[in-house]
């Protein structure tokens, strides 16, 4: 059974950075494509970055391109979300999630994913 598990969150200043962990347990971690995904109060789930089972593809949402990198170690069943120049609207509950058959058309969409963490609160403040 695999379990995913968010940590890192917390309470920040505008333009700091944060960076998010997502450790997934189970033997077969190297086999899924991974993402994160972001919920504001009120807002729908929304994609924020992908990236492929060897991490050698990445995908990234407009609003964090450029600042937001995320990234792998497949020997740590751990994904990674580093997030620098924080803005007050990227404050949100940071999701994990993971596909086994993840295509670059569907990596955006919060039905392609089959597992999910339970998530990490990120508050950015002005």
């Known amino acids: 059974q695999v379990q995913l598990v968010e940590s890192g969150g917390g309470l920040v200043q505008a333009g700091d950075s944060l960076r998010l962990s997502c450790e997934v347990s189970?033997?077969?971690?190297?086999?899924?494509?991974m993402g994160w995904f972001r919920q504001a109060p009120g807002k729908e789930r929304e994609f924020v970055a992908a990236?492929?089972?060897?991490?050698?593809?990445?995908d990234y949402a407009d609003s964090v391109k450029g600042r937001f990198t995320i990234s792998r170690d497949n020997a740590k069943n751990t994904m990674y979300l580093q997030m620098n120049s924080l803005k007050p609207e990227d404050t949100a509950v940071y999701y994990c999630?993971?596909?086994?058959?993840?295509?670059?058309?569907?990596?955006?969409?919060?039905?392609?994913?089959?597992?999910w963490g339970q998530g990490t609160q990120v508050t950015v403040s002005t």
């Open positions: 999630a993971a596909s086994r058959f993840l295509s670059s058309d569907s990596a955006h969409h919060v039905g392609s994913y089959e597992k």
């Open positions: 189970g033997r077969t971690f190297s086999s899924y494509a």
């Open positions: 990236i492929s089972w060897s991490g050698g593809n990445t």
